[in-house]
């Protein structure tokens, strides 16, 4: 059997595994990727030696694209535009402020130093709405709460995949005897910043306004739809190729697209490039969640390794995010959202803080780590335990908490 053979039979294995629990939880009134994390989980147990791995650049290269694309040209612009302010101070200084939180804990309490506990506070920053959103269309949770949570999710992966890439230089640098005095440091982790976060946004704008103008001159639904394909992934690996952020590159480029879709496609184009990554996203996060599931086998660390030391890591990691994002959420301006008075302002913000899950994007960061960071076998558990119990606990309650509050007045409107 060759090689290629084998990619395809286990590529429809797992799609009829994930079509499968899919139609099974719909039955169960469950969103579709909290079933496939634990088929996965027992896939992972019952078959420890199966050789399915979540590896980093099917991650970052195959699934992060697709996915960040169909985010940002879906999402409501108007919206988005409405509720900016929260929406930036999440992703932003509230982003800043939770990899804070988590660091203070981590460093004193755990074998973990200040540029190590840094790193870890960053790989677990980023949330994952996409189960959270999935029961939201499911209730029909209001518009702007939904879209709040998903632009959020949208920036805050751009910001902490450029802090990623700051953190890991002072890391590594420590680890090879090269420390930095505190002024070293700080000056070289802004100059990684400006160049990752700095390039991402300048690359995703240009492309995205090229491409914008070059669309406008075509009417044909199948050029255009792969045009789109073609920006996702090619504004992504030329801002990884120039050592920068493909993460806001591409979510800038899609945001660009999307807002001059109006103008640049026909009605039938917009239909066909719409329901095109509406599969793609759907097919995208059936794989890579039932593969999330089969990474997440924490007894595979704990056979080798420092079992207290571990365990203590992932104890504190879960809590110090969950009282992080609590501070950032309910240190939120008194007036944002904008139109959410009174009792309800708390049920939002209840809401955006237990939806606050940990997915994918936490699993590549730390799997991609070198092999030469110092205690990386702390960073992998630390992590797998964070998106298990944000996944699992967190997701599969978070229905019974939304149908107890009154965020639910307003009916959640369908993307387009």
């Avoid at 904008?338 to 009792?343: A, D, W």
């Avoid at 699992?392 to 007045?409: D, K, N, T, Y």
Wanted: hydrophobic share 60%; with cysteine; proline share 4%.
């Amino acid at each position: 059997m060759t090689e290629i053979t084998a990619i395809v039979r286990l590529l429809v294995l797992l799609l009829l595994i994930a079509l499968t629990v899919i139609l099974i939880t719909r039955r169960l009134k469950i969103p579709y990727t909290l079933g496939l994390v634990v088929v996965g989980l027992l896939i992972s147990f019952f078959d420890s030696n199966a050789h399915l791995h979540l590896t980093p650049d099917l991650v970052l290269f195959v699934f992060l694209p697709a996915l960040l694309f169909e985010g940002s040209w879906a999402i409501s612009l108007q919206v988005m535009r409405e509720n900016w302010l929260v929406i930036f101070l999440l992703a932003g200084p509230a982003l800043l402020l939770e990899v804070v939180l988590i660091t203070v804990p981590l460093s004193f309490f755990t074998i973990l130093n200040w540029e190590q506990a840094f790193l870890l506070a960053v790989i677990l920053s980023p949330t994952d709405p996409v189960a959270v959103l999935g029961l939201f269309r499911q209730l029909r949770i209001n518009k702007q709460l939904s879209t709040i949570i998903e632009a959020e999710s949208l920036f805050n992966d751009g910001v902490a995949g450029a802090l990623y890439q700051v953190f890991l230089v002072l890391v590594l640098l420590n680890a090879h005897g090269e420390a930095l005095s505190a002024a070293g440091a700080w000056l070289e982790g802004i100059q990684t910043f400006l160049l990752q976060a700095g390039g991402g946004v300048l690359i995703g704008a240009l492309c995205g306004f090229l491409i914008n103008r070059f669309v406008k001159m075509i009417d044909d639904p199948l050029i255009e739809t792969t045009i789109t394909i073609v920006t996702a992934y090619g504004v992504y690996l030329l801002a990884d190729f120039l050592h920068t952020s493909g993460i806001l590159a591409v979510i800038l480029a899609g945001l660009i697209l999307s807002s001059g879709q109006a103008m640049g496609m026909s009605e039938l184009t917009h239909e066909a490039v719409d329901n095109f990554w509406s599969v793609i996203a759907f097919l995208a996060n059936a794989l890579l969640f039932l593969l999330v599931g089969i990474q997440l086998n924490p007894t595979r660390l704990l056979d080798s390794q420092d079992s207290v030391s571990l365990l203590l890591t992932a104890g504190l990691a879960i809590i110090a995010v969950l009282a992080a994002r609590f501070v950032i959420v309910a240190a939120l301006p008194t007036g944002l959202p904008p139109t959410v008075p009174g009792k309800r302002l708390r049920s939002w913000r209840f809401v955006i803080f237990w939806s606050g899950l940990r997915g994918a994007l936490s699993l590549a960061l730390v799997l991609a780590l070198p092999l030469d960071v110092p205690n990386r076998s702390n960073f992998l558990f630390a992590t797998y335990a964070v998106v298990l119990f944000t996944l699992l606990v967190q997701g599969f309650s978070l229905r019974a908490i939304l149908q107890r509050l009154p965020c639910m007045s307003e009916s959640y409107e369908p993307r387009p």
